[in-house]
């Protein structure tokens, strides 16, 4: 199970810090990542983590601007947004990957101009 939170509604030039917690069986977890879905738009990739956290992939707009980190202690990812964008406005999905993936029910953010 994926618990996401931290989403809302900011100004352009904004931050945000998204974080996904996952329970169940957690020992499996492989790469975990974020996905967002703007309004009329297909689900994107957002950026993805490796699990020892040495490697990191990022859509190319969100390029120093986003940055994707784990716990894995805590079993959790993290996704640190600054400098957003009104097309940054999306529901962010956080996403795991054991021997499949799963998703959790996403969080809303908002950015206004």
């Known amino acids: 199970q994926l618990q996401a939170s931290g989403g809302g509604t900011v100004q352009t030039g904004g931050s945000l810090r998204l974080s996904c917690a996952a329970s169940?069986?957690?020992?499996?977890?492989?790469?975990m990542g974020w996905y967002r879905q703007a309004p009329g738009k297909q689900r994107e990739l957002v950026a993805t983590i490796s699990r020892n956290g040495q490697a990191t992939k990022y859509e190319d707009s969100v390029k120093d601007r986003f940055t994707i980190s784990r716990d894995n202690a805590k079993t959790m990812v993290f996704l640190q947004m600054s400098g957003l964008k009104p097309e940054d406005t999306a529901v962010y999905y956080c996403?795991?990957?054991?021997?499949?993936?799963?998703w959790g029910q996403g969080t809303l953010v908002t950015v206004s101009s």
């Open positions: 169940g069986n957690t020992g499996r977890i492989n790469v």
């Open positions: 996403t795991v990957v054991t021997n499949t993936q799963y």
